[in-house]
Each structure stands twice: as structure tokens, then as C-alpha cells.
């Protein structure tokens, strides 16, 4: 294959590569099959399919011991696909608490974030979704004090590692250095 911009002959690579295009800022994937242009530097990844991967991050997120911030409210409203009116009347919010939680300007409650994980439990279709286990942990984590208003710095990376010949990706939180 040849690179789009100036046509020289496009080199495989394999590499860790910052999956920014998740809207999270600690989301990897290991391994990752990446094109570069030896020529003009550019690059393309070869990334996994969006929705699994979403899924995959979203099923992680909920069961982290801190509150969740606002990229990852949003980004757990988008997985669910719904809009910041809909998932505001499945929450029994204001449709603007919704938008102050993603733009920043306030933090979501403990209550709201603890409903708002139950929420993508019920929501979510993934066969490979444990909802009783992941409910159950949910409520460890709530009742037992595990769960911390701050966040730890920095954030544990999480990592997307390729299962070969599954086409599918398993995924890994980084322990806290
Ligand atoms: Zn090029």
C-alpha cells in the first residue's frame, strides 16, 4: 500500500499506541498493527472495532474505586448512545446537571455516579457483560468504604491487549506506580 500524501511505500509496524480516539486520555492498546510512511512521517493504526471497544472501557470504568470525572461520564453516556436529555430522565437529573458533570463544571455525586453505573449495567447488550457479578461488585465498592471521592495521580492506565486469531481485544488496568 502506498501512503495517501505523497505516495511512498507505506512500512508495517507494531507498537503501543495512545488510543485517544476513545475520548479518554488512558486508554492503550498494546501491540497495536500501525502503517507509517517513511517519508512523510504519517501514520495510520489499525484500531479495534469502536462499539467493542467502548463496551470493553465502559465495563472497566464501573468498576474503578474513585469517582468518576467528567470525560468519563460522557464518555459512558455515549457508549450507552444516548443523548444528555435521555440519560438526564434515566437518572432524574436536570438535563443541565448532565452538562455541567461533562463540561467540568461541577463533580457528579457519589448517588448519581453509583446510578449512573447501575444504569450501563441494565443498558448495555454485551453477552459477555456479567451483570449480576458487576452489580454485586458495584455494591462493595459503594458499601464498603472502597470508594474514594479523589482520584489517584496519575490515573492507572488502561490497556486494550489484541487476543490473536479472536480478533477481539481483552483488557488490562496498569497497577498504580
Ligand atoms: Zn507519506
Redesign the pocket.
Known sequence: MD?P??N?WLKRKIENYHYIECGLENVWIENCKMFV?L??K?QAAVLPDANLASELIAETLIQQCFKLNYEEVRFLRKSMRLREDELALLLRVKPTDIFSWENKITEIDSLDDLRLRLLIIDIIKNPLFKKIELKLKLADIFGNCDYRKSRPNPIPKIILKPVPTHFNFRIEVAKPT
Request: net charge neutral; hydrophobic share 10%; proline share 0%.
Open positions: 501512503c500524501n505523497c511512498f510512511c517519508n512523510c504519517g
